[in-house]
């Protein structure tokens, strides 16, 4: 008999039916977050198998991830390997932080080959040019989700909420063959002809909600009050002008009103940049607002309202 296997919305299916006779890929993971963790714990139970990668110092070939879910709780068992191990990586997420990609993946670069497929799924953009000058072999995909998880604690996270991630390559129109397990696993997937888009309106709507959020220590749905929306405003209007610039006119066409949705869509979420300087860690600014002034720049846009919140980001020090 057939082993049946759960997706990440507990549906049972056959993988080796469904998957013909391709053989699951085994996916690696660099950052054990909350999107980590659910996502290489979906992997897992779609019958992919899957092993966090472990900072040098950690020794273990097992671990555990606890994921909590309309107040049930699923334990998934997965390998673990340290960063250091010989053995060759033939699909690689990550899901690190912007600030930690370069140093994560040339951690491992002596495991990657022309044959490695790296899938960075991380927030903000820019994180990628020196490394993909460096380590030029593998091939890079980009994903971009709304799913909503958040640790507990080390490996044990709750999967608030559901949402879609998409998944492409600048310039690639058809999904390559690992896709169709990977969108067993994490549903709903969709392959983005074109994900280079939809990064820069992901960019565009973390530079007006990020920052602000982060030096007012407010909820997202704070935002759309009197004294912090004209702020808001004036950020997208930048954004809009180096979008346009920059190719992605047709991207940000309703930027406001996307913000707007976005705000009172999470309402009640601290994003992820007041996480950062809340739990007193470093901040993606430098890939956000950084990333839109150094195209600013290169354009000869003057961006003075995300400048000034990027400096203040930095002068927090994190
Ligand atoms: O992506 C987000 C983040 O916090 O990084 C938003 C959309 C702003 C939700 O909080």
Redesign the pocket.
């Known amino acids: 008999m057939q082993e049946l296997h759960t997706n990440a919305l507990g549906q049972l299916y056959n993988p080796v039916r469904q998957a013909g006779s391709v053989s699951p890929a085994h996916w690696h993971v660099l950052g054990a977050g909350a999107i980590g963790c659910l996502f290489a714990s979906a992997l897992r139970r779609s019958g992919c198998p899957a092993t966090l990668l472990l900072r040098a110092g950690e020794d273990q070939d097992q671990a555990t991830i606890q994921v909590e879910r309309e107040g049930q709780t699923t334990q998934v068992q997965l390998g673990a390997s340290p960063v250091s191990a010989p053995g060759h990586i033939g699909h690689l997420l990550v899901t690190t932080k912007a600030q930690d990609v370069h140093d994560a993946v040339l951690s491992v670069a002596h495991r990657l080959d022309a044959s490695s497929q790296v899938l960075l799924l991380v927030?903000g953009l820019g994180f990628d040019h020196t490394l993909r000058t460096e380590l030029p072999a593998p091939a890079y995909f980009h994903g971009s989700t709304?799913e909503g998880a958040y640790r507990l604690q080390r490996r044990h996270i709750r999967h608030a909420g559901r949402g879609v991630t998409r998944i492409g390559q600048p310039g690639r129109d058809s999904a390559p063959d690992w896709f169709g397990q990977w969108r067993r696993a994490v549903s709903p997937s969709h392959w983005d002809p074109l994900i280079a888009e939809t990064l820069w309106l992901?960019l565009a709507?973390?530079c007006a909600?990020?920052p602000l959020?982060a030096l007012h220590r407010c909820s997202?749905g704070e935002l759309a009050g009197p004294q912090l929306a004209p702020q808001v405003a004036a950020l997208c209007d930048e954004v809009i002008e180096v979008s346009a610039a920059a190719g992605f006119a047709k991207v940000t066409t309703h930027l406001h009103q996307q913000v707007a949705d976005?705000i009172s869509a999470?309402a009640a979420?601290?994003?992820?940049?007041?996480?950062d300087v809340l739990a007193g860690r470093s901040t993606e600014i430098d890939y956000i607002n950084g990333h839109l002034i150094a195209v600013a720049r290169h354009y000869g846009i003057s961006t003075p309202h995300n400048q000034a919140l990027y400096d203040r980001i930095i002068k927090l020090g994190n």
């Open positions: 927030n709304t992901k709507i973390n909600i990020n959020s997202n976005v999470t979420n601290r994003s992820s940049m007041l996480q």
